[in-house]
């Protein structure tokens, strides 16, 4: 599944979904196709993710303290959101 689509070197953040159903299945694409993947769930997925964190996606703060966490170091992070959860006022740029 390669080529085209090819996330080698990308760091991605799936947010809400990432343990079952239909955001399990994109976890599991994005690591085949080379992504490093990190989970925000209440459920931890099945695939081995770079890392998973138990998150209560409607907290705002939550959100935050965790994506400014994950981000450490890194300038890039791509964010995936796997449920229809309401929007929230968070920021959820990795740079």
């Known amino acids: 599944m390669a080529g085209v689509w090819s996330y080698e070197g ?7 979904g990432g343990g079952a159903g239909m955001g399990a299945a994109a976890v599991r694409d994005l690591l085949e196709l080379g992504a490093e993947v990190h989970v925000f ?25 965790n994506v400014a966490e994950l981000a450490g170091a890194s300038t890039r992070c791509s964010i995936a959101r796997g449920s229809p959860a309401p929007r929230s006022p968070v920021s959820t740029s990795c740079s």
Do not use: M, N, Q, T
């Open 10 to 16: 990308k760091r991605v953040l799936v947010s809400g």
């Open 41 to 65: 769930d209440v459920k931890e997925p099945a695939s081995d993710v770079a890392s998973f964190r138990s998150v209560d996606l409607r907290d705002p703060g939550a959100i935050e303290s």
